[in-house]
């Protein structure tokens, strides 16, 4: 079982920046694909980021590429979402995601959930 414990949401201005991390209660972390999913309201969830076990492969989603940095530390069993050049279409709660395989395109392959993160945009 993997216990995921998202944090670091909150409120931004447009072109601002915030960093989410997300701890993982699992002694085996480093075995684990790692990803970040979104949910707007009204909306589906939908894929952001994703990283492999060792973080050395990464996929973004187009709408964040070039803006959103994911990365992970396996010695803290941490993942982090770092996101640049916020726009108000990012509001959206922020799931952080694990799975034995890599997290793309979509949720198929998430095994485990966080409780998601409320990031809120303002122009």
């Known amino acids: 079982q993997v216990q995921l414990v998202e944090s670091g949401g909150g409120l931004a201005q447009a072109g601002g920046s915030l960093r989410l991390s997300c701890a993982a209660s699992?002694?085996?972390?480093?075995?684990?694909?790692m990803g970040w999913f979104r949910q707007a309201p009204g909306k589906e969830r939908e894929f952001v980021a994703a990283t492999s076990w060792d973080g050395a492969t990464t996929y973004y989603a187009d709408s964040v590429k070039g803006r959103f940095t994911i990365s992970r530390d396996n010695v803290k069993n941490t993942v982090y979402l770092q996101m640049n050049s916020l726009k108000p279409e990012d509001t959206a709660v922020y799931y952080c995601?694990?799975?034995?395989?890599?997290?793309?395109?979509?949720?198929?392959?998430?095994?485990?959930w966080g409780q998601g993160t409320q990031v809120a945009v303002s122009s």
């Open positions: 995601a694990s799975g034995r395989r890599i997290l793309v395109p979509d949720d198929r392959f998430v095994e485990y």
């Open positions: 699992v002694r085996t972390f480093g075995v684990y694909a």
